[in-house]
C-alpha cells in the first residue's frame, strides 16, 4: 500500500470515530431531559398525594363537627327527658336520643377509619419522600456524568481531528479531494479493502485484473459496483508471524 492510502485509511477511521462521538454527543441533552423530566414526574406525584392527605384532613374536621353536633343533641334530649309531660312524649324523646347514638356511632366509624387511611397516606408520603430524595441524588449524579461524558468526547475528538489535519497535509491532492468527496456521500466509508477478492464496501467480487491494477495503481481506483476507492491491504509478513508465535508453542 502506497503512503497516500495508509493515510487515507487511517483519516477514514478517524472520520468514523469522530462522526460516532459527535452523534453520541448530541445524544447526550435528551437523556438529560429524561432525567429532568422523571424528576418533575416524582415531584408531581408526591404533590398530588400530600393533596390529597390535605383532603383526608379536611374531611376529617368536617366529621368532627359533625360528632360535636350530635353530642349536643344527646345532651339537649337528656336534659329535655327530665321536663316531658308524658309517656308518648318521653318514648319519642328516648327514639331521637336512640337515632342520635346510632348517627355518632357511625361518625365514630367513619373518623376511625378516616384516621387509618391518613396514617396509611402519611406513610405514603414518607416513602414518596424518600424516593424523591434519591432520585434528586440520581438524576444530579447522573447529570454530571453525563457532562463528563461530553467533555471526555469533545476532548477525543479534538484530538483526532488534530491526527486527521496532520494526516491529511501528508496526503496529495489528487487522492485527497476525491477521497473526501465520496466519504460525504458515503458517510464516511470511501476507501474499502479488498478482501478474498470482494469489494468490502459492496461485497461484490472484483475481478482479478483491477485488482492487480489496485495493486500497482499511483492514483485511487474506484469499485465498479458501489464507486467507493479500493485498497488491497499490505499482508503481515509471513516470518513475523511464525517468529511471534513459536514462543507459546
Ligand atoms: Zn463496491
Wanted: hydrophobic residues 40%; proline residues 3%; neutral net charge.
Amino acid at each position: 500500500m502506497n503512503d497516500n492510502l495508509q493515510r487515507l485509511v487511517r483519516v477514514q477511521e478517524i472520520i468514523t470515530a469522530v462522526d460516532a462521538a459527535q452523534e453520541r454527543i448530541s445524544a447526550i441533552p435528551a437523556e438529560v431531559g429524561r432525567l429532568e423530566k422523571e424528576l418533575l414526574a416524582a415531584q408531581k406525584e408526591i404533590e398530588a398525594e400530600r393533596a390529597r392527605v390535605q383532603e383526608l384532613g379536611k374531611d376529617r374536621r368536617r366529621l368532627e363537627m359533625d360528632l360535636m353536633g350530635v353530642e349536643a343533641k344527646i345532651t339537649k334530649y337528656q336534659a329535655q327527658l327530665l321536663d316531658v309531660k308524658t309517656n308518648k312524649e318521653y318514648q319519642a324523646m328516648l327514639h331521637e336520643i336512640e337515632a342520635c347514638r346510632a348517627e355518632r356511632a357511625a361518625l365514630d366509624e367513619k373518623i376511625l377509619l378516616e384516621m387509618e387511611e391518613s396514617e396509611k397516606r402519611h406513610a405514603a408520603v414518607r416513602g414518596l419522600e424518600e424516593a424523591l430524595e434519591r432520585r434528586r441524588r440520581e438524576t444530579s449524579q447522573g447529570k454530571v456524568r453525563l457532562d463528563a461524558e461530553t467533555q471526555e468526547l469533545k476532548g477525543r475528538a479534538e484530538t483526532l481531528e488534530a491526527e486527521r489535519q496532520s494526516l491529511e497535509a501528508g496526503v496529495s491532492a489528487d487522492y485527497l479531494q476525491p477521497f473526501l468527496k465520496v466519504a460525504r456521500q458515503r458517510k464516511g466509508l470511501a476507501l474499502v479493502a479488498v478482501r478474498d477478492e470482494r469489494c468490502g464496501g459492496c461485497h461484490v467480487r472484483v475481478m482479478p485484473k483491477l485488482i492487480q491494477q489496485v495493486r500497482r495503481a499511483t492514483g485511487l481506483i474506484a469499485c465498479d459496483s458501489c464507486k467507493r476507492f479500493l485498497y488491497v491491504p499490505d499482508e503481515p509478513p509471513r516470518a513475523n508471524t511464525v517468529a511471534a508465535e513459536s514462543p507459546a508453542q
